[in-house]
């Protein structure tokens, strides 16, 4: 492939990433990633590859995307320096390796796929390969451009390595969160079952703050921008039996139809809860916010 044709469709596949991972409020398939994106309109180029942790397209010389996983043991790791370490694939120095070294050289983004589930990816872009450490068999994967000019990625100074962990932090953490949160409330508002991805937030019970306050998806509830919100600045608390209640303030007000509608008619209503048990409301997270809402 010409490296223009090549860096266009780098460019679409990401721009396609974004898009369909909005729609469903920061996840995508894998059916999707597969099949989804025609960069001619004619015949799909999968994103991701069937059985292995790296997309290399026969035509293109460079990686386009790499896939890691959350949970579980995994050989590729955040080693708490905020940069990803990704391990060799199979075969050394040679084979599937080769693309992502040449991805390092060309300095072309690339797309990380975090598999939350089976089926289901969280997409970060664009990452960078920045450092190539044969010592230990991995690749080294920065989340921010920054970290092309560093000399030596593989040992940061404090500052950089301040800067590299609050990165991963905006860049990896809160979107796999908000992917996994929202895909557990099958892509709708917990309380009002608004279903546009694009207006879907994940909200923490426990605030981020406190020591509970764990990304995990016990610890989130899928809400629109508005109900959001009004959980947050305590206009709106969720019993620990999962009811709706409004501040009394606001309940007893005369206002137009967001009011009436969006917040006045979501007293007493039940939240709407994940399929699975175990993506439910923690019963102590709510507990806990319910109190702060009383008082
Ligand atoms: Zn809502």
């Known amino acids: 492939m010409d ?69 579980g043991p995994y050989e590729d790791r955040d080693l708490g320096d905020g940069l990803l370490h990704y391990a060799y694939r199979q075969g050394g120095r040679g084979g599937d390796n080769t693309k992502l070294r040449r991805a390092m050289e060309l300095g072309v983004p690339l797309i990380l796929f975090i598999k939350t589930e089976p089926n289901v990816l969280v997409p970060v872009h664009p990452v960078y390969v920045v450092a190539d450490d044969e010592s230990t068999q991995t690749f080294v994967i920065a989340l921010d451009e920054e970290f092309r000019d560093i000399a030596d990625p593989t040992s940061l100074t404090e500052d950089q390595r301040r800067y590299a962990v609050r990165t991963a932090r905006q860049r990896l953490h809160q979107p796999v969160f908000r992917g996994r949160v929202i895909r557990a409330y099958a892509t709708r508002c917990s309380i009002c079952s608004l279903a546009h991805g694009r207006l879907l937030e994940a909200a923490h019970i426990y605030p981020d703050s406190h020591p509970e306050g764990r990304a995990v998806v016990s610890n989130g509830l899928s809400l629109c921008s508005i109900h959001h919100a009004a959980y947050d600045a305590n206009l709106l608390g969720i019993t620990p039996d999962h009811v709706v209640q409004l ?49």
């Open 247 to 295: 501040d009394d303030d606001l309940l007893a007000e005369v206002d137009g139809p967001m009011l009436r509608h969006g917040l006045q008619e979501m007293h007493g209503r039940a939240l709407t809860l994940p399929a699975r048990r175990q993506d439910r409301p923690d019963r102590e997270a709510l507990a806990f916010r319910y109190e702060a809402f009383r008082r």
């Open 3 to 71: 490296s223009v044709v090549e860096r266009v469709t780098r460019e679409r596949a990401m721009a396609w990433v974004e898009q369909r991972a909005a729609e469903n409020g920061g996840w995508i398939s894998r059916d999707q990633l597969l099949r989804g994106f025609r960069p001619d309109g004619a015949e799909p180029l999968g994103l991701i590859d069937y059985s292995r942790g790296i997309r290399n397209p026969a035509h293109m010389a460079a990686t386009l995307s790499i896939t890691t996983s959350v949970g």
